[in-house]
């Protein structure tokens, strides 16, 4: 089991920024991936940001490309989600999820482990 704690939502005017983070505990040994997904009102989860546990390897939704940064300490089996240049369509609530079966997963099925989100707001 990996257990999962989301951090540091909350609202900020369009053009901010905001760091989100995910404590990771558990059988993290068995993570390959780590995402963050949102979910907007009336808007099915999608896929932001990815990484690799042990490679640190990112990988991107388009929209986010150049404005958000994913990173992970992994010694403190942390996941963070640099988000800069945030724009009122990117409110939504934020999930950090974990695979244990694929590396590059970027699809709700592939992630086992999924925190309670916490919830970004961008407006002015």
């Known amino acids: 089991q990996v257990q999962l704690v989301e951090s540091g939502g909350g609202l900020v005017q369009p053009g901010g920024s905001l760091r989100l983070s995910c404590a990771a505990s558990?059988?993290?040994?068995?993570?390959?991936?780590m995402g963050w997904f949102r979910q907007a009102p009336g808007k099915e989860r999608e896929f932001v940001a990815g990484?690799?546990?042990?490679?640190?390897?990112?990988y991107y939704e388009d929209s986010v490309k150049g404005r958000f940064t994913i990173s992970r300490d992994y010694a403190a089996n942390t996941v963070d989600l640099q988000m800069s240049s945030l724009k009122p369509e990117d409110t939504a609530v934020y999930f950090c999820?974990?695979?244990?079966?694929?590396?590059?997963?970027?699809?709700?099925?592939?992630?086992?482990?999924w925190g309670q989100g916490t919830q970004v707001t961008v407006s002015s």
């Open positions: 999820a974990a695979t244990t079966t694929t590396t590059w997963a970027r699809r709700e099925y592939e992630f086992d482990y």
């Open positions: 990484i690799s546990w042990a490679g640190g390897i990112t």
């Open positions: 558990g059988a993290i040994f068995s993570v390959y991936a």
